[in-house]
């Protein structure tokens, strides 16, 4: 659903955090995973999106499983590679097909705050977005985050999927 959006304006865009992740492309890139990813925060356009945890989205603290977020991007085609394989320490694919995500999130802001368990407590993390070694800080509190996430997943209360993917919706 995504597709018709391409080469559009920038939309805004809600969606619930799941969880952080990285990205490997050369550098290993801190990621979040939206689901239920809605157009204006009413119509469904992908059932799950990965965005880059950027210094802007610090602003916004630490994300819980549940949270939902608003932002606004630009929706772009791109390349998705198919299947992978590994040569040493490269991977590669020699598949590809067309998949179409998000470019430059910005102006995020918190819509709704899931209750974090009672041993976890919010961490500030806007600071981080003036720091000159961002990317290994982020990267540094996001496997912590995913550590904490995986301990308190069996009280995690994330409402389940309303949407079906039809396509592999990532960030560009």
Do not use: C
Not at 83 to 111: E, H, L, Q, W
Not at 146 to 153: A, F, K
């Amino acid at each position: 659903i995504l597709k018709p959006l391409v080469g559009g304006r920038r939309q805004s865009f809600t969606g619930v955090f799941i969880r952080t992740g990285f990205k490997h492309n050369g550098e290993e890139t801190a990621t979040i995973l939206l689901r239920d990813v809605k157009l204006d925060g009413s119509e469904p356009v992908t059932g799950h999106i990965w965005l880059p945890y950027t210094s802007e989205l610090t602003k916004l603290g630490m994300l819980w499983p549940g949270d939902v977020i608003e932002f606004k991007a630009t929706v772009v085609e791109y390349d998705h590679a198919g299947s992978k394989y590994a040569v040493g320490d490269n991977v590669f694919s020699d598949d590809f097909y067309k998949a179409y995500g998000v470019t430059r999130p910005t102006k995020f802001k918190m819509i709704k705050q899931s209750k974090v368990p009672e041993d976890i407590d919010r961490i500030d993390i806007s600071g981080l977005r003036n720091d000159n070694d961002f990317q290994t800080k982020i990267n540094k509190f996001v496997r912590n985050l995913s550590y904490q996430i995986s301990i308190h997943e069996s009280e995690l209360d994330i409402p389940e999927p309303t949407f079906e993917d039809d396509e592999d919706d990532e960030d560009f």
